[in-house]
């Protein structure tokens, strides 16, 4: 599995597209807890994570239990833990939970890429 990760708008998929060669037609973009993992590159798990805090679910842990499924894809999560901390309890609560399941992918991966300002940067 591949995991790229980085701030909004910083060229995720761009990288991923031009790099490893991922077509629109392999991106499922996350919108909420179900993940269509027949699809080569899962995009925006940043929203899976928040669907899973509003539903009361560690995604770290249920991300686990799909492992099998997308143990050679290409993974793209935007890093939420950067700027002003949320106010509101349950944004707080996603930002933290989104790290730990960022933490456990990037513990499961063949490679870390960090992208910013659409340039790579690999971490593993």
Known sequence: MILIIGGAYQGK???AKSALGVTPEQVF???G???DFSKRCIYRLEEYSLAC???????AEEMKTF???WKDSVLICQDISSGVV???AQLRQWRNANG???QYLAGQADQVIRVFCGLEQRLK
Request: charged share 35%.
């Open 53 to 59: 805090v509003r539903a009361g679910v560690e995604p």
């Open 67 to 69: 492992r099998e499924q």
């Open 33 to 35: 807890r179900e993940i």
């Open 29 to 31: 973009a996350c919108t």
């Open 13 to 15: 998929l761009d990288y």
């Open 86 to 88: 949320p106010m509101e």
């Open 100 to 102: 730990r399941l960022c």
